[in-house]
């Protein structure tokens, strides 16, 4: 393999940010990659949605959240198109969870519940980071990180009869640009770094939950 000495490239934050993704978040999960197959059970595509929904689902959201602090200006206008499609994606949510029902009957709801509660205060103190590009770091995983969750969404979208809803990100290449940009010093790269592994670690988190309450209910 070449390295960037041979061959005068050098990794951006954007690309950081997709090596943490593939590494550490949904996508190498074993719980998600389980869900996404045509052999999880309905009862585990409603935990699921319902887990994301607590999460993920309530206004403003992470994006959002980031904006309206917005310590990075530069980072602002790319925010808020992240905000605007997030309230496409909050709606659909919402939407799945309807069609999915109640929650499954699962051992241990009380600590769900307050396990899911700290997930969401996590993310809504990395969107209020005084930290510039902290909150950037976390939305840029978030975005990335995003298109493993809507391989789920989609596929409870077909099981409960949804009509799956489009995707209103802004282009990926312009995001891999933006981030790039927006972590393009030492002190910002860091902390794009810092934003994306907290960001990916909340989500192992919820896999993780979900994985071990679908045993519970195998038990």
């Excluded at 978040?25 to 998600?32: E, F, K, N, Q, R």
Aim: aromatic letters at 6%.
């Amino acid at each position: 393999m070449l390295d960037t000495a041979q061959t005068g490239w050098q990794a951006s934050a954007w690309d950081m940010v997709t090596r943490l993704a593939d590494a550490d978040g949904s996508a190498a999960h074993p719980h998600l990659a389980f869900l996404t197959s045509p052999l999880a059970p309905a009862r585990d595509l409603s935990d699921a949605v319902h887990a994301l929904c607590a999460v993920h689902g309530d206004h403003p959201g992470l994006a959002a959240e980031a904006l309206s602090h917005c310590v990075q200006p530069d980072a602002c206008d790319w925010l808020e198109a992240i905000t605007e499609g997030f309230v496409i994606e909050r709606a659909y949510i919402a939407q799945l969870a309807a069609a999915a029902g109640p929650l499954p009957s699962t051992p241990g709801q009380a600590e769900t519940e307050a396990a899911l509660i700290a997930s969401r205060h996590a993310l809504e103190m990395l969107a209020k980071s005084e930290r510039r590009s902290c909150a950037t770091g976390a939305v840029a995983a978030l975005v990335q990180d995003w298109a493993n969750i809507r391989l789920l969404l989609d596929r409870a979208a077909t099981r409960f009869g949804v009509e799956p809803a489009p995707l209103h990100f802004p282009p990926h290449t312009e995001t891999a640009n933006r981030v790039a940009a927006l972590g393009g010093t030492p002190a910002t790269e860091r902390a794009v770094s810092f934003g994306a592994q907290q960001l990916l670690a909340q989500h192992r988190g919820i896999w993780d939950l979900l994985e071990a309450r679908a045993s519970a209910r195998e038990s």
